[in-house]
């Protein structure tokens, strides 16, 4: 990569643009600092902080991997574990699918898992699934060297369950609105109750907590203006 200029308001901002930029650590790049700005007089005359950055002898950025690539080789080690398990199943892409065990503002690839007599793989509240979840993508970063935001489902059963999930959390919001008490639902594991607290937390009569330990980890449901009780 040849010198490119970045700007900030500071030098340490300018570096930390360009980290961002580059998807590197600071020691990847040779950083030359050409102007340190100037704060002007009553913010007059300021003048943005200027460094120049390219990398270093064999710090060159590897080759970004495809999309398409990455759907194959995720695939291919999806299908790999389902057929080391015995299970009769295909494993199918999903481009247009809806995450939901992820932030609100992530997006990511979806798997689906299709076959029959699968609830074994998905386990008691999806735990099973969860774990296997995270089993692919430590498997797909290892073979890629980068990390993806990976979701896996077994015959839309994640689907089903946000969608079942989003209506419970509004009827409780709405009986939490109602009755001004707070509710305590039943114990979720941790992805369903990020959907629940997902659902509500725009909603403006109500907020959301956890309480609890390990597997009895709940969310309340409170009204804005009242203390849990």
Do not use: W
């Amino acid at each position: 990569m040849k010198h490119q200029e970045i700007y900030g308001r500071t030098v340490e901002e300018a570096i930390s643009s360009a980290l961002e930029k580059l998807k590197v650590s600071r020691e990847e790049l040779e950083i030359d600092v050409i102007s340190e700005g100037s704060h002007g007089i009553f913010g007059l005359g300021a003048e943005e902080a200027c460094i120049t950055v390219a990398f270093k002898e064999n710090c060159a950025p590897k080759a970004v991997l495809c999309a398409e690539d990455a759907i194959t080789i995720t695939t291919e080690i999806i299908q790999n574990l389902v057929d080391r398990m015995g299970l009769d199943a295909d494993v199918e892409y999903l481009p247009d699918a809806m995450l939901t065990e992820e932030s609100e503002n992530e997006s990511g690839m979806v798997f689906d898992i299709l076959g029959e007599d699968l609830g074994l793989l998905i386990g008691r509240h999806g735990q099973t699934l969860s774990n296997f979840q995270y089993l692919v993508r430590i498997l797909v970063a290892q073979r890629i060297k980068e990390y993806l935001p990976i979701l896996v489902d077994v015959n839309g059963y994640r689907q089903r369950r946000f969608k079942a999930l989003e209506v419970l959390a509004r009827r409780t919001a709405e009986q939490v609105r109602i009755k001004r008490v707070s509710f305590t639902m039943d114990p979720m594991p941790a992805f369903e109750r990020r959907i629940v607290h997902m659902v509500l937390a725009n909603d403006p009569a109500v907020t959301t907590q956890s309480t609890g330990i390990g597997d009895d980890r709940k969310v309340v449901v409170v009204p804005r203006d009242n203390t849990t009780r």
